[in-house]
Structure formats: C-alpha cells, structure tokens
C-alpha cells in the first residue's frame, strides 16, 4: 500500500556540515510534499512546500538558503540542512497526501 | 486562517476505560480533519480522517471520531483504551484533501494509560 518513507532514521553530524534526508513516497506519485519540523515535545510546524519540477514554498521564519529543498522526481523530496548548527538538531518530517513519514532525527554536535 | 485547539495537553485513564480526545478547529470553509497518533522517536500514523459523509468516522485500532460542524469539534473516542494507546495523539485540518496544502495540527494530547 501507499507509504511515505524517509532517509535516514537519525543521523548526528559535526557543526559546519550539511545533511540531506530524503522523503519517498511508496506506490504513488506526489507532486507535493511537504516538510515538518518538530521540537521536543511539541507539534508539527510546517517548513516548507515542496513542489516537483518548480521551487519550493517557504513557510515565513524559515530560511531558504539553509534549508535547501529538491523535488526532483514525482516520487522523491529532499531536503538539505546546509552549515548545520546546533539549533538545527530536531525530529524532521515529511508527508505527501495525508501521510507521514517515520521523521529523521538530527543531531549537530 | 485555520487553526486547531486541542485543550488537554495531558489525559490519563485506565486501562479498559473509556476515551475522548478533544479537538476543536477555526476554519471558513468545509474542513477536512485527520487524527494522527505519534509513538515517542516515530512519525506519525493516520487514525482516521473526515472529509464529508457520516459525520461518524471508524479508524483504525477501534478509535472513532465524530464531525459536529455546529460545535466547531472532531473529538476523538474509543470504547476501551489499551496500554498500548498510550502516545501522542493530534488532530490536525485541512483544506483540501488533494494533498497539494499543508496540514495544521493541533499542540497534541499525550495520553498515559494506567494498568
């Protein structure tokens, strides 16, 4: 059946790094997706729309040169943290339809 | 713009007990609504979702939700809770279910079932 799947599960990087997760989308095609960050604790907020074969939406307070967004394919999003931070360490993720995906967990040292 | 309350940040019942989440939402127009329940570390699973019809919805695990427009509400019940119900569950809306606009959740409600 229809699934959201995400890549990596968690992944710990050094400050100054960048770090590319990805978001599939698993017996259908998405033409949009959509990428979530979540703190401890806390709900979903909305970081971006992803559209395939156009650029993506920014929510506002969310910045586009850091967190860079690709929607390559009608099944594929992914999203870079460029230069992590610290303050970037959260629970990212994705959905597409009404499904989510299982979250990546990032941890910048 | 939409906007979704869930009032109780933390519930604890009984195992066998009885359950109702409450969710109330803020939006123009015919909205969609979803139950999600989030296990801590995990994404999250889709409950049962509301888009017009029967203003009962079955989920999945036995929940079930009901739609009254007139309240504003898509609270979320089931009959006899598990010690395995015990998550993080949110309500979120939406206003089409095209999937081509985000969802807007609700701040959640963890829920602690007692043995």
């Known amino acids: 059946g229809a699934v959201v799947s995400q890549h990596p599960s968690r992944v710990i990087c050094k400050s100054g790094t960048s770090v590319k997760i990805e978001c599939r989308s698993l017996?259908?095609?998405?033409?949009?997706m959509f990428w979530y960050r979540q703190f401890p604790k806390q709900s979903l907020m909305l970081m971006a729309t992803s559209n395939e074969g156009s650029k993506a939406t920014y929510e506002q307070g969310v910045e586009k040169d850091k967190f860079l967004i690709n929607h390559a394919s009608l099944t594929l999003s992914t999203l870079t943290v460029t230069s992590a931070h610290p303050e970037d360490s959260s629970f990212y993720i994705c959905?597409?339809?009404?499904?989510f995906g299982p979250g990546t967990r990032l941890t910048v040292l | 713009a939409q906007s979704v309350t869930q009032p109780d940040i933390h519930i604890t019942v009984s195992e066998g007990a009885s359950l109702e989440l409450r969710c109330n939402y803020s939006y123009g127009a015919t909205p969609y609504l979803f139950w999600y329940v989030q296990s801590p570390g995990q994404g999250l699973q889709l409950l049962l979702k509301y888009f017009s019809g029967d203003t009962l919805v079955q989920g999945i695990k036995g929940f079930e939700a009901e739609f009254k427009r007139s309240q504003s509400s898509f609270n979320l019940r089931k009959p006899s809770v598990h010690w395995s119900d015990a998550a993080e569950y949110f309500c979120?809306?939406?206003?089409?279910?095209?999937?081509?606009?985000?969802?807007?959740f609700g701040s959640g409600t963890r829920l602690q079932v007692q043995p």
């Open positions: 017996d259908f095609q998405a033409t949009t």
């Open positions: 959905s597409a339809s009404d499904l």
């Open positions: 979120a809306v939406g206003s089409t279910y095209t999937g081509r606009r985000a969802l807007t």
